[in-house]
């Protein structure tokens, strides 16, 4: 007896055009996320850009929002890789309507529309808030180290920049001196041009010495910068002569993002970006997001406080930090905006009594108080809630989604995009409550 199989023939035609419900089934993330996109979302910001009429109708604005933000919650954010799933997954063509977008109209409406994209944060966190799974009760608060898209090695200290660029400007000298002295037979032989251009392999070096200058002369002017600030809050007569502004020598500004700086991270020194997160403790929803450009969290409680009651309309009960956050001006700011707070005041080393050396704080300090109340408390402190909410949401976002890496670079681009990278989480989380 042969054994009988299914028939299996795909280059049969089909009779009648499928459904994309034939392909999906019911209850997956791509139908919740083109829905929301299409009946809940205000994209109005997006399309009231498109006023000409002339020209080939271009694709919808609301389908290449959703194809954004559903590749976003797959852990897919290169516009190459998402055109590449509105042809090969039909999950993505769930979502597009089986429209296939290519890389470059992918990109550019991104860039375009980067802002309003962005923007969307505070949409989906308000619907999640309706969905009951952001109560604020407790909100931890925690930073990490995101690479930016440039090389560490394409950065220069500026004591380097000094030497660079006498290397660099006699180098050009003496190839101009060349020039000038041969001027006279090359212009025989080159009768349409001046006679006295680089040569083509030179003009790197030329356009490098150019660069160096530039980075060299924003460090100068970040120094001044400083120097004047803390001169004012000495409360120094602007009549006196200001000192001249030193720059330190080990000050380093990347040719390629100057707004990244070198961080240190799990792996080593990295250029890197500091993103924030402030996430509620019901259900992992992130309720403020930032991107900095140091390495230290502590100027960034307050304001990521302040952020949160912007976006929901209200403040947390209560606000956990880990001991990078730490400081009096954070703790009393907490108070006055009264905010019960858990803030870490050292690590503390098992078995030892590094606590007690290695807590900041004088007795009677804010502090040494907070040291108290997290010590009274034990493991039933709300403490311990920081580390189960917040440490999760940078290990879905970087482990299970793969975002390691910033695609965009400056300090206000990659502001964005990291928003964009929290509205997808806030998505899933609001597409697991709504299930």
Known sequence: MVKRFR??????????????????????????????????????????????????????????????????TQGIYSSRRIAKGCIERMDFGAVTGFQK???????????????????????????????????????ALDGTKVKANASKHKAMSYDRMEKA???????????????????????????????????????????RMKRIR???????????????????????????????PKVDPKAQRNFTDPESRIMPTKDGFQQCYNAQAAVDADAQVIVACEVVATSADMAQLLPMVDQVKRNTGRKPRQCSA????????????????????YVATGRQKHGTKAALNAARG???SLIASMRERLKQGG?????????????????????ARGFRQFLLRSLAKVQEEWRMVCTAHN??????ARA
């Open 165 to 207: 660029e006498g290397e660099y400007a006699e180098l050009v000298k003496g190839w101009l001196d060349q020039a000038e002295v041969t001027d006279l037979a090359e212009d025989v032989r080159f009768r349409d041009k001046q006679g006295d251009e680089l040569p083509a392999w030179a003009a790197n070096k030329v356009e």
């Open 379 to 399: 493991w039933r402190s709300p403490y311990r809630l920081r580390k189960q909410t917040v440490e999760p949401v940078f290990g879905q976002i970087k482990q």
């Open 214 to 244: 530039e980075a060299k002369a924003a460090l100068e002017q970040e120094a001044a910068e400083r120097a004047e600030a803390e001169r004012k809050a000495k409360g120094k007569d602007d009549e006196d002569p200001p000192e001249p």
């Open 101 to 139: 977008p290519d890389f470059r109209t992918i990109n550019l409406f991104r860039k375009r529309h980067l802002a309003a994209l962005g923007g969307l944060f505070t949409q989906v966190l308000s619907l999640c808030r309706k969905s009951g799974i952001a109560s604020l009760g407790h909100v």
């Open 427 to 432: 998505l899933l989380k609001l597409a697991k």
């Open 362 to 364: 004088k007795a009677g």
């Open 7 to 72: 028939e299996w023939n795909p280059k049969q035609v089909w009779l009648l055009p499928p459904s994309v419900d034939e392909f999906i089934p019911e209850g997956h993330v791509a139908h919740f996320v083109r829905d929301l996109v299409a009946d809940e979302l205000d994209l109005s910001a997006i399309l009231d850009t498109y006023r000409e009429e002339r020209g080939y109708p271009p694709f919808h604005p609301a389908m290449m929002v959703g194809l954004l933000l559903y590749a976003y």
């Open 322 to 341: 880990d001991a990078g956050f730490c400081s009096e001006e954070n703790l009393r700011g907490l108070e006055e905006r009264r905010i019960r707070g």
